[in-house]
């Protein structure tokens, strides 16, 4: 079983306010990831971190931003939410063997909601 | 990535298999073979990879043909509770950090 945790896993909040989703992984993952998916839509890769203080941004741009500071945590923030901001959020991590598969893991998700 | 190719959906009655086929026919050699599903917006779940043998485990049964263009996934006896979205993703040993590139999918529906 996977051991990644996404908080919290609902949240409803006003447009203007900041939020942080958090997300936290007890496998040692050196690669950690945060895709957004709208209902019924494909997900994207919005962010991605190669390990400690690395942090990059995916294929779909977003407004939101990304933090390394520790291997098992990886937390997304908006500075200030807008409607536009509503979707779920999925945090994912994978190990980094040299070669060979790498099985990624992803939490619950996190479903935002801004009114 | 290679490119892959799945139905959009499907349909199984309760009890049977599913087989579930994608297409990858710009697969290279060393690039992997993955299926995930999701049930109902949940978060993805690893099902199972090959690379050039058929694989199984307690999930599934993955069919990789010869050429390496095209697999199967099968379920062998599909419950109410494989309803899901499948995914067929092909991985190389290089890409943005090595993250899953999801396309759309096929949406299987069990039916009882």
């Known amino acids: 079983e996977a051991d990644i945790y996404q908080t919290p896993r609902y949240l409803v909040i006003g447009t203007g306010k900041k939020i942080t989703l958090e997300c936290s992984q007890t496998m040692g993952h050196d690669k950690m990831y945060w895709y957004q998916q709208d209902p019924g839509m494909e997900l994207h890769l919005i962010h991605y971190s190669y390990g400690v203080n690395s942090t990059e941004k995916g294929d779909l741009s977003s407004e939101s931003t990304v933090s390394r500071i520790r291997t098992e945590h990886f937390p997304l923030t908006l500075e200030s939410a807008r409607p536009s901001h509503t979707s779920q959020y999925l945090c994912a991590s994978s190990e980094y063997p040299s070669g060979g598969p790498r099985t990624v893991f992803f939490g619950e998700g996190s479903r935002l909601t801004v009114l | 990535d290679a490119k892959t190719t799945q139905p959009p959906s499907m349909d199984c009655a309760e009890g049977r298999a599913a087989n579930l086929p994608c297409n990858h026919s710009?697969?290279?050699?060393?690039?992997?073979v993955y299926w995930y599903r999701q049930i109902h917006s949940q978060g993805p779940q690893y099902i199972i990879h090959g690379l050039k043998n058929n694989e199984t485990n307690e999930m599934a049964s993955l069919i990789i043909t010869e050429d390496r263009k095209s697999s199967t996934l099968i379920l062998p006896h599909a419950t109410l509770r494989d309803t899901a979205v499948y995914y067929c993703i092909v991985r190389g040993n290089s890409n943005s950090g090595y993250a899953l590139n999801f396309g759309k999918g096929t949406s299987l529906l069990v039916t009882p």
């Open positions: 710009t697969i290279s050699g060393n690039e992997y």
